[in-house]
Nanobody, 125 residues
Framework: QVQLVESGGGSVQSGGSLRLSCAAS???????MGWFRQAPGKEREGVAA???????RYADSVKGRFTISQDNAKNTLYLQMNSLKPEDTAMYYC????????????????????WGQGTQVTVSS
């Protein structure tokens, strides 16, 4: 059974930084992994994703501020978040897909099969 466990969320002031981690276990290498977020009253949206070839995609709202990376030896996915804004406040989720991924839909929540429980990020102004 695949397990994804996020950590690293918290409360920071605007302009601050956080690094989220997602530890994956229970299956072989994923085809793609991503970070998604959901704010109260809003739909879940893709933030950043990476495929097995190392290609990345970012939401326009986080380009230049967030960086996704992975440590395959540790089966861990990271999201470095800099220059945080109050609008980044949300529950952040890690997700994985173990069958073929398409670059065009890397940020589509519906394409992912496995999800973590989420970690809260709160940015105050």
């Amino acid at each position: 059974q695949v397990q994804l466990v996020e950590s690293g969320g918290g409360s920071v002031q605007s302009g601050g930084s956080l690094r989220l981690s997602c530890a994956a276990s229970g299956y072989g290498s994923s085809a793609c992994m991503g970070w998604f977020r959901q704010a109260p009253g809003k739909e879940r949206e893709g933030v950043a994703a990476i495929d097995s070839a190392g290609r990345t995609r970012y939401a326009d709202s986080v380009k230049g501020r967030f960086t996704i990376s992975q440590d395959n030896a540790k089966n861990t996915l990271y999201l470095q978040m800099n220059s945080l804004k109050p609008e980044d406040t949300a529950m952040y989720y890690c997700a994985a897909r173990y069958s073929s991924c398409y670059y065009s839909s890397l940020l589509a929540p519906a394409d992912y099969n496995y999800w973590g429980q989420g970690t809260q990020v709160t940015v105050s102004s």
